[in-house]
């Protein structure tokens, strides 16, 4: 049986050479002067409690992790707009370093919860020493205010263990209706919003 060690490398490598990929998406719009779809990229591999905690609720044998459990290896991608996520989604179709294998559209079909995102399951081939491994990646697109409500609603969930309080739970939904508010109003006014930018990068660069 291999070691967590063993098993996470691949993972933990993917994530590293998946961040710089991605962030240098936005640093491509920077240098052409165009409105970057991507505000930043974080990413991170899946602690191995949590992997623990997640197979156990899902019945997902550790033997099979490899294929069970699509998130293992994790990348967020923050847009301003929601418009913004379908020119990000198209920019990872286009590439032909991974292969999409699945996407979930979590915006269009919102979980009950209330959470919002556009996700992305990807089969990434890392370059080891003992040859190339395929390991699964999960990329979840969402914009700043569902990424703010995702954060604060998972840091919850992990106080209250899965089940909240039936006020709470209430004021997350109108919360996540607010987060949904807030992403309309901003699409409306996005033009006035990218002229002001424009205006002051102009302003910063003389
Ligand atoms: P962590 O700590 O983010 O790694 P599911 O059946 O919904 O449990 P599945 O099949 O893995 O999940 O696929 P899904 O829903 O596409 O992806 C799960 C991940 O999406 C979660 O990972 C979260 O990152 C995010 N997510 C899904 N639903 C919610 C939600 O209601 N609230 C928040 N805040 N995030 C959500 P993990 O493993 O839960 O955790």
Known sequence: MESWDDFLAPYTQAVEELKVKLKGLRKQFERENIH????????RVKPIVSILDKASQKDIRIDKLGTGMQDIAGLRMMCQFVDDIEQV????????????????????HKKASG???????????????????????????????????ATIEHSLNYKYKGIFPEDIQLRLKRAAEAAFLLDAEMSQIRTEIQEAQRLFSRKKDS
Not at 36 to 43: H, K, L, M, Q
Not at 91 to 99: I, K, Q, S
Not at 125 to 131: A, E, K, N, S
Request: hydrophobic share 40%; proline share 3%.
């Open 89 to 108: 989604v198209e920019l990872l179709r286009g590439r032909n370093d991974f292969e999409i294998v699945e996407e979930r559209n979590y915006i269009s």
């Open 36 to 43: 970057s779809p991507i505000e930043f990229v974080t990413g």
């Open 115 to 149: 959470y919002r995102s556009y996700h992305v399951v990807i089969r990434y081939p890392v370059q080891t020493i003992h040859g190339e491994k395929n390991i699964l990646a999960e990329i979840q697109i969402r914009t700043l205010a569902m990424n703010f409500w």
